[in-house]
């Protein structure tokens, strides 16, 4: 029986190859760090494990009320009871138009996004006709009226945008003391 013979190089790519998804996705935003400040429904800063500047996050996938619409202070407050000074996992998806990274933030494992709509503090975020990655669990939410769904017309915070413009100043976020 003849072996192959294996050549160094064929060797390091073949691990390369292998372990790419690996690098891959270390470069593309995945870590964890504290949650420091959350700002509202589905913003807060993380301070990385590794140290450095926190982050400031837009979590992906939900749609938390405006903090001066109905439903906004009890949404920031639900999320930071939830991962207030608790370590967090990111997975950093882009950047918005406010320099927030739009990421995916996980919990022991747990969804945040997922739990704020299953909750009734979040609706899942719409894109055009996709009615969203939470579309079932917000159907549930309203249903059983969870939340902001057990108001008979709560309104989305994107049209409350479309109608009311941004908020008119800033309110205090929760912070470590």
């Given at each position: 029986?003849?072996?192959?013979?294996?050549?160094?190089?064929?060797?390091?790519?073949?691990?390369?190859?292998?372990?790419?998804?690996?690098?891959?996705?270390?470069?593309?935003?995945?870590?964890?760090?504290?949650?420091?400040?959350?700002?509202?429904?589905?913003?807060?800063?993380?301070?990385?494990?590794?140290?450095?500047?926190?982050?400031k996050i837009r979590v992906a996938g939900m749609d938390a009320p405006e903090i001066c619409?109905?439903?906004?202070?009890?949404?920031?407050?639900?999320?930071?009871?939830?991962?207030?000074?608790?370590?967090?996992?990111?997975?950093?998806?882009?950047?918005?138009?406010?320099?927030?990274?739009?990421?995916?933030?996980?919990?022991?494992?747990?969804?945040?996004?997922?739990?704020?709509?299953?909750?009734?503090?979040?609706?899942?975020?719409?894109?055009?006709?996709?009615?969203?990655?939470?579309?079932?669990?917000?159907?549930?939410?309203?249903?059983?009226?969870?939340?902001?769904?057990?108001?008979?017309?709560?309104?989305?915070?994107?049209?409350?945008?479309?109608?009311?413009?941004?908020?008119?100043?800033?309110?205090?976020?929760?912070?470590?003391?």
């Amino acid at each position: 029986m003849v072996r192959p013979r294996w050549h160094w190089g064929t060797v390091l790519a073949l691990l390369f190859i292998a372990n790419y998804h690996l690098l891959a996705r270390a470069d593309a935003g995945f870590y964890s760090g504290i949650v420091i400040r959350v700002v509202d429904g589905d913003t807060l800063h993380v301070r990385p494990d590794t140290g450095g500047r926190p982050h400031k996050i837009r979590v992906a996938g939900m749609d938390a009320p405006e903090i001066c619409q109905s439903g906004g202070r009890s949404a920031r407050d639900a999320l930071a009871r939830r991962v207030l000074h608790r370590r967090v996992n990111v997975a950093t998806r882009a950047n918005d138009d406010y320099g927030r990274e739009v990421a995916r933030v996980s919990l022991g494992g747990d969804d945040l996004a997922l739990w704020m709509v299953t909750q009734g503090h979040a609706w899942s975020y719409r894109y055009r006709l996709d009615d969203g990655p939470y579309a079932a669990a917000q159907a549930q939410a309203r249903q059983a009226r969870r939340g902001l769904f057990a108001q008979p017309g709560a309104e989305s915070p994107r049209d409350f945008r479309k109608r009311h413009g941004p908020c008119p100043r800033p309110v205090p976020t929760l912070r470590p003391r």
